[in-house]
């Protein structure tokens, strides 16, 4: 009885798709096209059969049948906005649109109205300065962390001092760098460092377990985050825009304690990496490295802060709701810019003495469109965690804490000087290191 009820229903849900968008009907035109794999419009038929369509006014109330709530749904021409999560956060149709469309579809098309089809977003790619950076990328890579490194100061060795002349840390620095960007082992990468040497990029060969003890030293930590501010200074004139969110990277650990007792899966522990990059380039900014368990909102305020004082005009931040407070949207007002983030579904727009948190909750509830085009430019920071996680590798190998601490580091360095690289091609930026350095100092 089960069986025949079910194949009865599947026989209804075909009937409604093929009546409602076929090509049988030569008097309207198709929508889009059926595809049965395509889960939303097995959902939206559900909806079209089950009456929870229903015309209100100038929109639509399309009631969800697993939540039982009711979801607003605008069609304007060829788009069509709506409430639900779902379209919030793809910005592309959801089932209560594609509901709507079938009920349109089926009474005819609205008047003045043209056909609507599903098409897939392109973007256009200057091909031939992509491929000079990617075919230059390496020997440019040399260059431009030796020019990099050139702008630091290293203090000088007192004479007195008796014993073996240490490694210059500048050099044990480029070596490091480069060990990361080839993502070689620190055996293997001693080709490249002899190259860099016979260029006269270092000044000598160190032995590679060498450049792991120096991982290891908080003199290099404070280097490299010298390095990550220099790194993103020649872009301050064409970023205005930045995007704020955090980005784990696996270590070589386990949580083995619970495997042995339970039989679980073993699963690698990880090392959080809270950044600030601009939406054009997608340069790093700023880079803040916490534990695992760490609040994401409480690293808001010193990224936008270190982005503000390596020289950036802040005019948009955006994040997500991991950052909504009304001091971290009061912190980018105070200092001229405005803030992005979605309001939470328990939010209410009282200002509780922030009145700039107020005037945001408004602009998000009545004017969402324009709201979430600006939000949507926070997906150019999941594109920049993904550029230096394919390129560099979401694994850290160091096993100590510093030297774990200082790689995450070399990436973001490494990830810097291959944007500008990019950078020099397409938007013919001349990174000005030694002119920066009076800014850093």
Request: glycine share 4%; aromatic share 10%; charged share 30%.
């Amino acid at each position: 009885m089960v069986c025949t009820n079910r194949t009865s229903h599947n026989k209804k849900i075909r009937k409604v798709v093929n009546k409602d968008i076929s090509n049988e009907d030569k008097d309207m035109k198709v929508w889009f096209k059926p595809d049965f794999d395509d889960e939303r419009i097995k959902e939206a038929t559900k909806l079209v059969v089950g009456d929870k369509v229903i015309k209100e006014g100038e929109h639509w109330l399309v009631r969800s049948i697993k939540k039982g709530k009711n979801y607003v749904v605008i069609l304007d021409g060829k788009v069509g906005f709506c409430t639900c999560p779902d379209f919030e956060r793809r910005r592309k149709e959801c089932k209560h649109i594609l509901a709507v469309k079938m009920v349109v579809r089926k009474n005819g098309h609205p008047k003045g109205e043209t056909d609507i089809r599903v098409t897939k977003p392109t973007f256009h790619q200057d091909w031939t300065n992509y491929n000079k950076a990617q075919t230059n990328e390496k020997s440019l890579f040399m260059k431009l962390l030796s020019d990099l490194l050139g702008t630091i100061e290293e203090d000088k060795r007192d004479v007195s001092v008796r014993g073996r002349k240490p490694f210059s840390l500048k050099d044990m620095a480029f070596a490091s760098a480069l060990k990361v960007y080839t993502t070689y082992s620190l055996r293997r990468f001693m080709t490249d460092i002899n190259e860099a040497n016979d260029k006269g990029y270092v000044s000598q060969v160190p032995y590679f377990s060498v450049v792991s003890v120096y991982m290891n030293k908080p003199e290099m930590t404070q280097l490299l985050q010298k390095l990550v501010t220099l790194s993103s200074l020649p872009l301050k004139n064409v970023e205005t825009k930045f995007a704020v969110d955090s980005t784990g990277f696996r270590i070589n650990r386990f949580t083995d304690y619970f495997v042995e007792k339970h039989r679980a899966k073993r699963e690698h522990q990880w090392i959080k990496a809270h950044i600030t990059c601009g939406i054009k380039t997608n340069v790093i900014t700023a880079v803040e490295i916490s534990d695992q368990f760490s609040s994401d909102g409480n690293y808001f305020i010193p990224l936008v802060e270190k982005t503000l004082d390596t020289g950036f005009n802040v005019l948009e931040v955006s994040a997500d709701k991991a950052y909504s407070s009304r001091q971290n949207i009061g912190y980018v007002n105070s200092i001229g810019g405005m803030t992005f983030i979605p309001f939470k579904s328990n939010t209410t727009g009282k200002a509780k003495g922030s009145l700039i948190w107020k005037r945001m909750y408004n602009y998000y509830m009545l004017q969402r469109e324009d709201f979430m085009d600006h939000y949507h430019l926070r997906s150019n920071i999941e594109s920049t965690n993904n550029m230096i996680k394919s390129k560099f590798t979401d694994l850290v190998r160091s096993k100590n804490s510093l030297a774990q601490y200082n790689e995450i580091l070399l990436k973001v360095i490494c990830h810097n000087i291959v944007v500008l690289i990019q950078s020099m091609f397409e938007l013919g930026i001349e990174p000005g290191f030694l002119d920066s350095r009076a800014k850093e100092n």
